[in-house]
């Protein structure tokens, strides 16, 4: 009787901002470890995510969304995203099936073509489209790059993911469980944390504010009882923001307190007591000090 090989692999997430890659990460998951918004350039850090089983462990890589930058925190997201597609076994390569094909694609497709890393093509949001309407899109991509597969999928939904992770599987060769089977990610609960109540900041604030935002966890300790006491600060680069994220009589800043506070809960599985601030931090997105404050590789500037 022949033995089961185990196989391991890392797999990165590419794609333009709001493909749907932090929504596609956590579906595989099982659980939200990437935050999920509908503005643009959610995602800051490369977060990794683990998709464990029997026979398998994959490592998933979410990477910021390829754009143009205008900052330095905006040249250290593109930078990470392209740097990573030399790190791992496999590249999925998400577009939103919606969207027109533009230089935002051609640029990412110009960037695949400098890597011999086998290549998914992931059409995602499916669920929002014909058929007929998938197949103009397919068509269209299977002209422009030497895909190794293509797969339409509904990261929302979940339609297809499962055979997206069965022909995933099939390009992994043998090897080692890279993390124990009960982890899903390597990052530490206060980044998680700190991800969750930037979430809620992006769904409840105004364009202007996003990308403008950092959050930082000053405290986060267990008091007695089990809860858990944690102190963040909202940061943000103009006083008329700070205004905005507090709200009148500080009702936005409760909001987005109240809406963090049980994401958080059902991340550490207990009572969670947050206290939040707001407070101004000039223009920290060109600050090389300020970014390696808030969690951003120095090293990269």
């Known amino acids: 009787m022949t033995e089961n090989v185990f196989k391991s692999g890392f797999a990165a997430l590419i794609g333009r901002p709001n493909a749907g890659k932090s ?19 959610t995602t800051r850090n490369k ?9 398998s ?13 205008k900052h330095k925190l905006g040249d250290y997201m593109v930078r990470m995203a392209t740097e990573t597609l030399r790190e791992v076994d496999i590249i999925l390569y998400l577009i939103d099936a919606t969207e027109k094909y533009g230089p935002g694609e051609e640029y990412i497709i110009n960037k695949l073509k400098e ?17 007929e309407q998938v197949m103009q899109v397919i068509e269209k991509y299977r002209h422009l790059y030497d895909f190794a597969e293509i797969v339409p999928v509904s990261a929302l939904k979940g339609n297809n993911v499962e055979t997206m992770m069965q022909q995933l599987l099939e390009y992994m060769e043998e090897g080692p469980a890279y993390y124990p089977e009960d982890e899903i990610t390597d990052h530490p609960e206060r980044f998680i944390v700190s991800e969750l109540i930037r979430e809620k900041v992006l769904q409840l604030t105004r364009d202007e504010i996003p990308h403008s935002v950092a959050v930082i966890i000053e405290e986060m300790k267990e008091r007695k009882g089990g809860a858990v006491y944690i102190s963040a600060v909202i940061a943000v680069e103009r006083s008329s923001q700070k205004g905005i994220i507090i709200g009148k009589q500080g009702a936005l800043l ?7 506070r049980q994401d958080i809960q059902k991340l550490l599985g207990s009572n969670v007591y947050l206290e939040l601030y707001a407070k101004v931090e000039k223009d920290w997105r060109n600050s090389s000090y300020q970014l390696k404050e808030h969690g951003y590789d120095q090293n990269d500037y």
């Open 57 to 69: 462990q994959i490592i998933f890589i979410d990477t910021p969304g390829i754009h143009k930058p």
């Open 23 to 41: 929504t596609l990460l956590n579906h595989v998951i099982g659980q939200k470890i990437a935050i999920m918004s509908d503005k643009p350039q």
């Open 115 to 131: 890597t011999s890393t086998p290549v998914f093509l992931i059409v995602n949001k499916i669920d929002e489209m014909t058929p």
């Open 47 to 55: 977060i990794q995510g683990f998709y464990t089983d029997e026979n």
């Open 254 to 260: 409760k909001k987005i307190g109240e809406l963090a």
